[in-house]
């Protein structure tokens, strides 16, 4: 009879699966078959002839390497699943707890599911809410005094803190030698757009140390005073 090996095992797991086959004749010797062995020795010989005791069959199992065609187990000894303690685990990689998803009208919609107001994510105001229907602060006009303030021109300017033009000063990006007209404040984006003009404006009486002529589209009160206080002048175009 003729033994036969997978050539995906290790050599380690062939020398225990070897010792464990009867002693048989085989027709070749186990050498020529499994092994690379350069020259036959005389134990192998006995062995094949059906001779030598069990030392040539020691012998023959300690020079026993196996050629698989897989490069995989022809450079390693390493069993091809080892067990140990860092592998024991279910599964490979991270474990991700599957979401449940939201389904509508029949299963497996492809559809996120519907919006209610816990997905929406929004802070209601109790004092205002209305059940659901619309804003009750908008049921009620605007006191007329507010209505003129917000639909004037005045909202509409673009507006320009005096800490800005400052900053954009002490960068030089803006030359304090010549006049500061609006389009400087825009071609050195100083400011995004000039639609209707811009509103200098300070808050905390921010401190101006540059002498400066500039003209603007509006500006209040405690611009004007820094600005004037370093021998600057204030042009509303």
């Known amino acids: 009879s003729q033994c036969f090996w997978p ?28 092994c690379s062995v350069s020259a036959p020795t005389p134990d192998s010989d006995k062995v094949a002839d059906g001779g030598g005791g069990g030392a040539g069959q020691a012998e023959l199992l300690r020079r026993f390497t196996p050629r698989p065609f897989n490069p995989r187990f022809a450079y390693t000894s390493r069993p091809f699943f080892p067990i140990c303690a860092k592998n024991m685990r279910n599964g490979h990689g991270r474990q991700v707890q599957k979401k449940k998803k939201k389904r509508v009208r029949g299963r497996g919609k ?24 619309r804003a009750y602060y908008t049921k009620f006009p605007k006191w007329p005094g ?25 960068h030089g990006r803006l030359d304090t030698r010549y006049p500061i007209t609006q389009r400087h404040l825009f071609e050195s984006r100083c400011v995004k757009r000039v639609r209707n003009g811009v509103r200098l404006f300070n808050y905390n009486d921010y401190p101006f140390p540059y002498k400066v002529d500039i003209e603007i589209a509006s500006v209040d009160q405690s611009s004007i005073d820094m600005i004037k206080r370093v021998g600057g002048s204030v042009t509303v175009v």
């Open 7 to 34: 050539m995906h095992a290790s050599s380690r797991l062939a020398r225990y699966a070897l010792r464990a086959l009867p002693l048989v004749r085989p027709r070749q010797p186990i050498c020529r078959l499994f």
């Open 110 to 133: 492809s559809q996120r599911g519907i919006k209610l107001q816990h997905d929406r994510g929004m802070d209601v105001d109790p004092e205002t809410w209305d059940g659901g229907n």
């Open 146 to 170: 507010a209505k003129r303030e917000m639909s004037s021109k005045y909202q509409q300017l673009e507006t320009l803190s005096l800490a800005r033009l400052r900053k954009f000063i002490e």
